[in-house]
């Protein structure tokens, strides 16, 4: 049987971590990439058993990187603090590695609930990421902030597991808010050659809404639908807009001290 880490990057997970760290407990060691996180996520890991190392955030592919280098074993299982591996997902890749993988690298489908519901349009199913499962030594994450790509590093085909795990995106819309204004200002500097304008942000923005909820029939989903498709309006708007605004360079207009007449 092969070795297995499972690695989950975190700051401020302490309301996640515990239920995705339970759900790798199968694995041969569970570390926990923490970006120095301010509330109890670190605590909460080492409670469990898991390994903590502490990483300071330069970018989601740079920390990814840093993971695979804190890993003890040759096989990689990375799993998000939002996301929980199920018992299918663990059964497949014990299979595998009782054995000789035919591949060295393995998307994994995710299947995401929210607003109370499984999703099934918009895009999300089956949802994958970069890959999920792979050798140590055979690929590598792209240095992009955020939404970072990967490359293959021996020229092998990549496989895909059939089962899925689970993803609980967002607690609530508050969550939504606030990994849109995050997301959006790490997505800036992918668009450092665009100067752009706000018609052309409020443009890229309609063409997400719409293409996540006309092409990719987010309207089944009924209003959790609505708010994934939304979402990335708001996300795509502001990202181009920030974008504008920091070409611009706007600055307050000059203002002198106003100080109190003397009277005579």
């Not at 469990?48 to 989601?60: C, M, P």
């Not at 590598?140 to 795990?165: D, F, M, Q, S």
Request: hydrophobic share 40%; proline share 5%; with cysteine.
């Amino acid at each position: 049987m092969q070795k297995i880490s499972a690695y989950i990057l975190t700051y401020n997970e302490a309301e996640k971590i515990e239920a995705a760290i339970a759900s790798v407990l199968w694995a041969d060691e569970v570390v926990v990439i923490d970006s120095f996180s301010v509330d109890r996520t670190a605590e909460i890991a080492t409670s469990l058993g898991a390994r903590v190392v502490e990483v300071a955030f330069n970018g989601f592919g740079e920390l990814r990187n840093r993971a695979i280098e804190a890993c003890k074993y040759d096989w990689l299982f990375s799993l998000d603090a939002d996301e929980r591996c199920t018992e299918e997902v663990r059964d497949e890749i014990l299979s595998l590695m009782a054995s000789s993988p035919p591949h060295d690298v393995y998307l994994v489908p995710r299947r995401s609930y929210m607003m109370g519901r499984w999703i099934r349009g918009s895009g999300w199913y089956p949802n994958f990421r970069q890959p999920q499962l792979f050798r140590k030594g055979s690929m590598r994450y792209t240095l992009e902030p955020v939404h970072e790509g990967y490359e293959v590093l021996n020229g092998k085909p990549v496989g895909a597991l059939e089962n899925a795990i689970w993803q609980f995106p967002f607690r609530n819309l508050e969550e939504v808010i606030k990994k849109m204004n995050r997301y959006s200002s790490l997505g800036v500097p992918k668009l450092a050659h665009k100067r752009g304008s706000m018609a052309s942000a409020l443009g890229h923005g309609i063409w997400s809404f719409v293409k996540h909820y006309i092409m990719k029939r987010g309207f089944i989903d009924g209003w959790a639908g609505f708010m994934i498709a939304f979402g990335n309006f708001e996300g795509t708007f502001y990202r181009y807009a920030k974008r504008y605004e920091e070409a611009q360079g706007w600055q307050q207009p000059p203002s002198k001290p106003i100080r109190r007449e003397l009277k005579r």
